[in-house]
């Protein structure tokens, strides 16, 4: 039986290009659909941008554009990143469809009529780059805490949503993994947060902000763009707003997030999906910041590192590689240039790429061992071994720990080669020397089918070269993963999988 996989990324903010953080999450959502996907999950992935708010407005407005057409150009920028990043989604959502707009106003009708959502007066501090009030206590320095800056009191006829009636439901439910957030440390933050604090309701309405979705019962107020926001994870999979007819695909298996809206998807989404008794996401996984070069990488300040750029230097199956394997992925790092290189160089070009070579070449004329059969107990136990930690590494989102996997069984096969010495077996034991090849083209296999969702087309080369690309994508998991029964009757060279590259500086 096929196991239903629905994955989410955040939907990012239209404002922005697309930046290096939103593409560090969505590489790893997409590492984890291809996973899944190779493990015969029925995957859906979803993605998509965040598309209302005032601040949109205002650049829509200085860049002589509408709001809707800034959003449509923009939007078209994240489609055009993710491509070339190879991203696989099974949705891209944006929250001016109509069909999202229309489900977020049957949210708010139906929490209206269950009493959750009631009229009011917000006053509190507002910061427009954040879109959102803080309370004194969160301030950094008297600033918003993200942007630096001073935030505007605000005060307005607004509705509210009763969140302070979930505080002890949540707390239930996040100490007892029912609904689960990892890394433990994140769960430990938003714990003590909900054992210190009181939950304030929420305000879920904004007069002063005219680009939104517009409040169902008040024509003066639009509805706050976090809740528009969340309730893409439904509308992307076709929900309608029916509580009685929820979709296939729901619950989320894995809600990605980074650290910063932690927040927001451990308290105020599972909030509202309690208020409607829906199910909640089965975990949310909140993966740490990084700098960049030591500095921290400020959106709105314009130092974001375009991943696109990035992609043109190294390739964009090697930047996914090189993104997810530089430090664990719920801890934070820095993603500084001289390392992209190094690890590149020694990974990629020094690793997989020259030891895809060294037995390409070796192997010239597959015909010869397309079916020798002696197989190195070694090498089925070492393979064996890797698939076991690799697919616990990627169920538990240790992309890093996968990666050291592959790179283990690479320098396993390098090290076999040199001391199996197969150039000088042609004249001596030329039955051997088959052997020793067939043992190393399955470890090629392996290995391309280990990469596949890291690096998908390199990894396909790989497959080309052997002459099994097309048998090999047919195969189940059990069945990729066997030992000594794949024949290369038709094995090639290819081209050089990862040039070397200098570094600029
Ligand atoms: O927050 N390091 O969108 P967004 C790692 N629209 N990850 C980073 C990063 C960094 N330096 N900077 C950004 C929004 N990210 C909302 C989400 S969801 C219903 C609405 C990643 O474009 C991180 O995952 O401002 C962050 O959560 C995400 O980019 C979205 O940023």
């Not at 939103?22 to 995957?43: E, S």
């Not at 860049?63 to 696989?88: F, G, Q, R």
Request: a negative charge; aromatic letters at 12%; one cysteine or more.
């Amino acid at each position: 039986m096929n196991n239903k996989f629905y994955i989410t990324t955040p939907i990012y903010y239209v404002n922005e290009k697309p930046h290096v953080g939103g593409a560090y999450t969505t590489i790893a959502a997409d590492v984890l659909a291809r996973f899944h996907r190779m493990k015969g999950d029925q995957v859906f992935f979803l993605t998509g941008t965040d598309e209302h708010g005032e601040k949109i407005a205002i650049s829509a407005e200085a860049n002589h554009k509408t709001p809707k057409e800034w959003c449509d150009e923009n939007s078209a920028k994240y489609e055009e990143a993710w491509d070339v990043l190879k991203i696989s989604h099974d949705n891209f959502i944006r929250t001016t469809d109509s069909k999202h707009e229309k489900t977020v106003v049957k949210v708010l009708e139906q929490l209206f009529k269950k009493k959750l959502i009631y009229p009011g007066t917000y006053q509190g501090l507002y910061c427009i780059d954040c879109e959102r009030y803080y309370t004194p206590k969160e301030l950094v320095d008297g600033k918003c805490p993200f942007h630096h800056h001073d935030l505007v009191t605000l005060s307005e006829d607004c509705y509210f949503f009763k969140l302070s009636a979930f505080q002890d439901i949540l707390l239930k439910l996040i100490s007892s993994n029912e609904f689960l957030i990892e890394p433990q440390e994140r769960k430990n933050e938003i714990l003590g947060f909900l054992k210190s604090e009181k939950l304030e309701d929420l305000a879920v309405s904004r007069k002063k902000v005219k680009w939104g979705i517009e409040f169902p019962f008040d024509k003066e107020q639009t509805i706050y763009v976090w809740v528009d926001a969340l309730f893409n994870y439904l509308s992307g999979i076709d929900w309608d707003g029916d509580i009685k007819k929820l979709p296939k695909f729901w619950p989320p298996e894995v809600q990605l997030i980074g650290k910063d809206i932690l927040r927001f998807h451990a308290v105020m989404w599972p909030a509202l999906l309690l208020a409607l008794e829906l199910p909640l996401p089965k975990k949310l996984f909140a993966h740490g910041f990084f700098t960049v070069n030591g500095q921290k990488m400020s959106k709105s300040l314009g130092t974001g590192v375009n991943p696109e750029e990035l992609a043109v230097t190294f390739g964009a199956d090697s930047l996914r590689w090189l993104l997810l394997s530089l430090f664990p992925f719920g801890q934070d790092g820095d993603l500084s240039e001289s390392r992209l290189y190094d690890k590149y160089n020694s990974d990629l070009s020094n690793g997989l790429g020259n030891l895809v070579r060294r037995v390409l070449t070796l192997a010239q004329d597959g015909s010869e061992f397309a079916s020798s059969k002696i197989i190195n107990v070694e090498f089925k136990e070492k393979i064996d071994s890797v698939w076991q930690k690799y697919e616990k590494a990627l169920d538990g989102l240790h992309f890093e720990t996968a990666i050291a996997q592959i790179n283990d069984l690479i320098f396993f096969c390098d090290k076999y080669i040199n001391q199996e010495e197969p150039w000088k077996l042609s004249k001596t034991d030329p039955d051997k020397l088959k052997n020793v090849l067939y043992n190393l083209l399955e470890s090629l296999r392996h290995l391309s089918c280990l990469t596949w969702p890291f690096m998908p087309d390199k990894s396909n080369l790989i497959l080309e070269s052997l002459g099994i690309l097309s048998q090999e994508h047919k195969k189940n998991l059990s069945e990729i993963k066997k030992f000594g029964e794949e024949k290369f009757e038709k094995v090639s060279q290819g081209k050089v999988l990862f040039p070397k590259i200098e570094s600029v500086e």
